[in-house]
């Protein structure tokens, strides 16, 4: 795509991942962008402090292994150049065949990549109406009650929503070690990337008993119990039956106990902690996002074997995430039908998790860049982790629902193959040769320079 400069910067509303990936994607490409963020001015009901593409339910962007869809995504996202894949590559953690970041370090890699271009224009302000010009919305899923009334009003629907719930992070000195072991589920990484802490039948049972009958946060009266079931609370899942969580978040396969009586055996249930920073100095409860109240957290939660003692760097907490019926309201290339100049990208449209929304801001940001240069918008191949992902926000359904990437979002492959992990290969590979065709042709990839 041949650069070239207009009259409009491009207007971005929200510095998280989807903004922040956008806003790099035009800024690389020779183009002035303003980007809004209100935080720390004003604070969403789930950050903590002003920085760039804050990461808040979790330090993981999930599996990075291409035979998954996920991983695949982030391949792509690379290929083609993101910023957000490169945050994450620099200050990953170890988390065995995960992706985990040091987040700190993450949102300052990010901040101080764009802060490097001298023409970005950042405004610290609520944005209470849309300016002029082009824009794109980058929100999230937490945006301010005044601009998500302007998005009502901008969409002539009620708003749709779902809530989201925070895992608690524990401070890894206060961990019984004599109880809880390292290892990871089939020994995928090098086995000090997880803690386990494993519970007996009796102890599970009990603790299973105090958990669904324990406190929680009262939801408002206008607000109905509506969870994205990848996010669901580890209480609203253990409510489905006594053994739903011993077969999700706290399923003990492969997983042996250290040095049984000469024997591998295995829990009856395992609560596992994940690694959150470098320093190894506090791990996240994975699984465990609730919205408990605080002290019936502190009472469940040390009731877990290993965890008796166990002090608490953040507790979980519940949110409201509001997100738009992408494929009422969007074109193909996430402008709104009715107000072309608009874009929305991220969490906002309807896709879920820290990659899809990073993925979806650069999407939107390619969009733009190549509208800002009087280029017509390129079309990602369909058999390709982006496509499929963007196709999702145009499926038009009667109960549009958030969604991650998953293979079956993908178009078939024309050899039917019974094998499911030979079939996610061959997908994997259709996509990867689909994407090194298009980023040349379109001349997408990075070359490391600004």
Do not use: W
Not at 194 to 217: D, G, W
Not at 235 to 261: C, F, Q, T
Not at 397 to 424: A, C, S, T, V
């Amino acid at each position: 795509m041949e650069q070239c400069m207009t009259k409009h910067e491009v207007q971005i509303i929200g510095a998280g991942l989807a903004g922040c990936e956008a806003a790099y994607q035009l800024l690389k490409r020779g183009f002035a962008v303003c980007l809004y963020e209100m935080r720390p001015q004003v604070l969403t009901p789930a950050h903590t402090g002003g920085g760039f593409a804050e990461l808040v339910c979790s330090n993981s962007l999930r599996a990075n292994n291409i035979e998954n869809a996920v991983g695949l995504l982030k391949e792509e996202m690379r290929r083609c150049g993101s910023l957000i894949m490169q945050a994450a590559d620099a200050t990953a953690v170890p988390a065995g065949g995960a992706l985990a970041v040091d987040r700190h370090r993450f949102s300052a890699y990010i901040e101080e990549k764009l802060r490097s271009f001298p023409r970005l224009r950042l405004v610290r302000n609520e944005v209470r109406q849309l300016p002029e010009g082009p824009l794109i919305v980058a929100a999230g899923p937490l945006a301010s009650p005044a601009l998500s009334e302007v998005l009502q009003n901008l969409s002539g629907q009620d708003a749709l929503y779902f809530h989201d719930a925070i895992a608690p992070i524990v401070d890894a000195s206060t961990i019984n070690m004599e109880i809880a072991f390292f290892a990871s589920r089939y020994n995928k990484g090098d086995g000090q990337d997880y803690l386990n802490c494993p519970f007996t039948r009796e102890q599970y049972q009990a603790f299973y008993q105090e958990l669904i009958a324990a406190a929680v946060h009262p939801l408002h009266d206008f607000e109905q119990e509506k969870h994205f079931s990848g996010c669901m609370p580890i209480e609203s899942m253990a409510r489905y039956g006594e053994d739903a969580i011993r077969y999700g978040p706290l399923k003990p396969v492969g997983l042996a106990l250290p040095n049984v009586d000469g024997e591998k055996k295995e829990a009856y249930a395992v609560v596992q902690l994940r690694k959150e920073n470098l320093d190894g100095t506090m791990y996240n409860m994975v699984g465990f996002q609730t919205r408990l109240t605080y002290g019936e957290q502190k009472r469940v939660f040390r009731m877990i074997p290993g965890l008796e003692q166990a002090e608490f760097f953040r507790l979980g907490s519940m949110h409201r995430n509001t997100y738009i019926n992408a494929p009422r309201l969007l074109d193909g290339y996430l402008r709104l039908k009715t107000e072309p100049r608009i874009r929305f990208a991220g969490q906002i449209t309807g896709v879920e998790g820290y990659v899809e929304s990073a993925a979806c801001g650069l999407l939107a940001g390619i969009f733009s860049a190549f509208e800002q240069a009087g280029c017509a918008a390129p079309h990602f191949p369909r058999e390709t982790a982006l496509g499929s992902l963007l196709a999702f926000t145009q499926q038009e359904k009667d109960n549009y629902q958030p969604m991650n990437i998953n293979f079956g979002l993908f178009p078939p492959l024309q050899q039917r193959l019974r094998n499911k992990k030979e079939r996610f290969a061959a997908l994997a590979a259709r996509a990867l040769s689909a994407i090194d065709a298009f980023c040349a042709e379109l001349e997408l990839e990075y070359d490391g320079t600004d």
